[in-house]
């Protein structure tokens, strides 16, 4: 028994429209931002301790070098 060459046709277009479809969500910033910020927000929502520890350090390090700059500028 053959097979359609019409419908095998439409059926190969079919799998490379959705190959398509995955390789643009795969590349697309838009949509890797949005999957990262919802990775973020689960992980915070399991254990926020680590999240505000490098929230903490981050702005320590941002008052260390603003400070450092202002002391330094003193000839």
Known sequence: MTDN???RADQLRAELEATLNEIDNR???R???AEFGRRV???Y???PVPYLIGAAVATAVV???VAWAI???RD
């Open 63 to 65: 008052v260390g070098l």
């Open 71 to 73: 002391a330094g500028d």
């Open 45 to 47: 929502e399991r254990n």
């Open 27 to 29: 590349l697309n910033p």
């Open 31 to 33: 949509v890797q931002g």
């Open 41 to 43: 927000r689960a992980g």
């Open 5 to 7: 060459p019409a419908r």
